[in-house]
T-cell receptor, first 115, second 113 residues
């Protein structure tokens, strides 16, 4: 149980396009989801906290107009990288809190490559 | 401030025990976690420990918590090649609004046959 499904798992796009990444909680309701970015051989960097029905809370230094987050339902949160450029290439991971396990379950990640 | 630190690399031979260490600065942490990340994948929750516990064992995994020294360790018994991955410790400080996880840098475990 407590699975977060993240899609796509990898995507290659041309510079200037926008890319949407979806995270769905499959068997539980996720009031809050977290979006992370991870560079090779580095830890996870929290980008924003996504709350169902309200605006996302962005971490310092993260451009909210660049990384659009929508959490329209209790089972779906999306991250859209707008007008993506090569420097946006990274591994993006979402997570949701599991109340019962006092932990967080993570999506499988999306490898974004902008060429 | 919040800070979680880990050593970056650990190499062991198959069958040996692995011990991955983590130190944290926030004494108010409520829960501490160990996650495993295989190449190109998300994070898998391995185990967690409450701050009022000293030890927790789950099959091959043993977690030790020394609150006085703010030290957390993960011992993997009979390490297998499939255990090769990056291991992250993480905490949630009690005052952390929104329950945001604070991650260490990750320890890359290499298991040699």
């Amino acid at each position: 149980g407590a699975v977060v499904s993240q899609h796509p798992s990898w995507v290659i796009c041309k510079s200037g396009t926008s890319v949407k990444i979806e995270c769905r909680s499959l068997d539980f309701q996720a009031t809050t989801m977290f979006w992370y970015r991870q560079f090779p051989k580095q830890s996870l960097m929290l980008m924003a906290t996504s709350n169902e029905g309200s605006k996302a809370t962005y971490e310092q230094g993260v451009e909210k107009d660049k990384f659009l987050i929508n959490h329209a339902s209790l089972t779906l949160s999306t991250l859209t990288v707008t007008s993506a450029h090569p420097e946006d290439s990274s591994f993006y991971i979402c997570s949701a809190q599991i109340q019962e396990l006092y932990g967080y379950t993570f999506g499988s990640g999306t490898r974004l490559t902008i060429v | 401030g919040e800070d979680v630190e880990q050593s970056l690399f650990l190499s062991v031979r198959e069958g040996d025990s692995s011990v991955i260490n983590c130190t944290y600065t926030d004494s108010s942490s409520t829960y501490l976690y160990w996650y495993k990340q295989e190449p190109g994948a998300g994070l898998q929750l391995l185990t967690y420990i409450f701050s009022n516990m000293d030890m927790k064992q789950d099959q091959r995994l043993t977690v030790l918590l020394n609150k006085k020294d703010k030290h957390l360790s993960l011992r993997i018994a009979d390490t297998q090649t499939g255990d090769s991955a990056i291991y992250f410790c993480a905490e949630i400080p009690i005052y952390n609004q929104g329950g945001k996880l604070i991650f260490g840098q990750g320890t890359e475990l290499s298991v040699k046959p």
